[in-house]
């Protein structure tokens, strides 16, 4: 039958029906273990009893208002977020394009207030902010913007974890008022710059009065060991964008900040019908919960670490391996060749995993992922990539 979605997206050939913490289940019951969680979505795992049980509670009591009056989830959400982060405010939207046309929005505000009329944001190569007009313009894949020319202005592209390329950018163009990076590249390929990187890009952004603005919308909410991959470096950006695992599947975005950039927007200048609606601030509410009470944040360290040993050990030798990294549970193995095939053949060993950038596997497996799941995963995954490694090298 032909299928009337528009057809956005390559699907694998598998129809999900039911959740169990990193376990999914299609409709014949065969279980699949989940290393991706939704793309950093699930960081809970599906069907998290605190989730389910406040969003029932929830619904019970009323789904949506408006924006146009007081809503007391949304009030208690901004409240831990500002103390969990340091920073001062948040605007509440659905996803994590919109959390980013936020950012982008502030830093206009920004400029203009400044006296700059055409305010440019650095912005990197490799990067991935979404597919909104703004967010895919931000964006540092030429795929994700061809064919929608005329592209949003006032962007200034450089290499990721290039200081030298940042502070050229500010010496040539005058009209710079913001930088927006992610902490971690996800679609980019799992890039973990240098240690000191986002503290340099703070200086900088200190030095010429310039916002600091990070994505944290896939490495956020506890996934690299932090509750924001920025608290690994003590420091605090003016800008920070949440959305994916801040609902663990219930839509949900935030940009939160700090300081001057929290004064900027004022009554009638930024809104969204369904941003920060009780339903699902109550699902957010109970994500920060849990995520304290299980102390998952520590916890996803740990298994980052006991993740990527496993997968040193079982690799060890394999000449098609050119790294291993991770930041907690964000983790990539790069191969010296596309291996998207590789997610085929997962599946056919009910394993979900993903690959980004051509050739690096990428893992984002849930938080509550326990020892016989990481060790499945370890056995199963490091196998196949083995096997797969040379039959090709056999090809060529
Ligand atoms: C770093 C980053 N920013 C922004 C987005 C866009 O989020 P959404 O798909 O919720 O609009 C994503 C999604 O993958 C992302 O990984």
């Known amino acids: 039958m032909t299928s009337h979605i528009m057809p956005t997206y390559n699907r694998l050939p598998v129809t999900f029906e039911r959740g169990e913490g990193a376990w999914l289940l299609d409709e014949n019951n065969n279980r699949y273990l989940d290393a991706i969680s939704g793309i950093a979505v699930c960081n809970l795992g599906h069907a998290h009893p605190s989730v389910h049980k406040a969003i029932c509670a929830q619904s019970e009591k009323l789904l949506h208002t408006s924006n146009i009056y007081k809503i007391a989830n949304q009030e208690r959400l901004a409240d831990q977020l500002t103390e969990k982060s340091g920073m001062d405010n948040v605007f ?3 996803s994590g394009a919109e959390a980013n046309e936020a950012a982008i929005k502030l830093a206009r505000k920004f400029g203009h207030e400044k006296g700059i009329d055409y305010p440019a944001i650095i912005v990197m190569d490799k990067s991935f902010h979404g597919r909104t007009l703004a967010t895919l313009s931000a964006t540092g894949n030429s795929k ?3 064919g929608f020319a005329p592209l949003v202005e006032g962007f200034v592209r450089v290499p990721y974890n290039d200081i030298n390329a940042i502070k050229q950018a500010l010496a040539d163009n005058k009209n710079i008022v913001a930088i927006l990076v992610e902490p971690i ?3 980019g390929g799992i890039n973990i710059p240098a240690a000191d990187y986002l503290n340099q890009i703070r200086s900088l952004c200190d030095q010429h009065e310039l916002l600091m603005m990070l994505d944290e919308i896939q490495s956020g909410i506890g996934r ?3 509750f924001l991959a920025f608290q690994h ?10 959305a994916k695992a801040l609902g663990n599947g219930v839509p949900i975005g935030a940009c939160l900040a700090r300081g001057k950039a929290a004064e900027l927007l004022t009554a009638g200048m930024h809104g969204s019908t369904f941003g920060g609606n ?5 699902a957010a509410l109970a994500v920060l919960a849990t995520l304290g009470e ?5 916890l996803a360290r740990q298994k980052g670490e006991a993740i990527c040993a496993g997968f040193t050990e079982h690799l060890q030798g394999n000449p098609h391996i050119v790294d291993i990294r991770n930041k907690g549970l964000m983790i990539g193995i790069e191969l010296d060749s596309p291996c998207a095939e590789l997610v085929k053949s997962a599946l056919q060993q009910r394993l979900l995993i993903n690959v980004t950038n051509d050739t690096t596997i990428r893992l984002l497996p849930p938080l509550i992922i326990d020892e016989e799941q990481i060790k499945l995963l370890v056995d199963t995954l490091s196998t196949l990539i083995n096997n797969y490694t040379e039959q090709t090298a056999q090809k060529t």
């Open 278 to 282: 009780p339903l699902a601030c109550s």
């Open 92 to 94: 509440f939207c659905n």
């Open 294 to 298: 299980d102390n998952l944040i520590e």
């Open 224 to 226: 690299t060991g932090k």
């Open 144 to 146: 994700v913007q061809q």
């Open 233 to 242: 470096n003590n420091i605090i950006p003016d800008v920070c964008t949440l």
């Open 185 to 187: 590249q996800g679609e």
